[in-house]
């Protein structure tokens, strides 16, 4: 069984930086896809960036220049550096793991593509 448990959200001025971690047990992490989602109140869970087994990034436009996405598949973890933060980046953030064994190529943005999610941890961006 895969478990999936996200930390180091919380509160920052726009303009700031935050690095949200996701610690993964279980199965084979160097394998998985895996991405980064994100929920403000009332909106839908939007894909913001994807890391694929050979290191492979994608990122959604909005935070393009901004966000980092990296792995180290020494300590099965997911990581999300945020630079220049603004207001509309305030969310839920969740790490999300695709354990499937098709092939993981191109930006999959879409929920139904992964199969263990996180919890959650939010963060809130001040203006």
């Known amino acids: 069984q895969v478990q999936v448990a996200e930390s180091g959200g919380g509160s920052v001025q726009s303009g700031g930086s935050l690095r949200v971690s996701c610690a993964v047990s279980?199965?084979?992490?160097?394998?998985?896809?895996m991405a980064w989602f994100r929920q403000a109140p009332g909106k839908e869970r939007e894909g913001v960036a994807v890391?694929?087994?050979?290191?492979?990034?994608y990122y959604t436009d909005s935070v393009k220049g901004r966000f980092t996405i990296s792995r180290d598949n020494a300590k099965n973890a997911l990581y999300l550096q945020m630079n220049s933060l603004k207001a509309e980046d305030t969310a839920m953030y969740y790490c999300a793991a695709r354990t499937t064994s098709r092939p993981c190529s191109g930006p999959l943005f879409a929920t139904y593509q992964y199969n263990y999610w996180g919890q959650g941890t939010q963060v809130i961006v001040s203006s």
């Open positions: 279980g199965g084979s992490f160097s394998s998985y896809c």
């Open positions: 890391i694929n087994s050979a290191g492979a990034l």
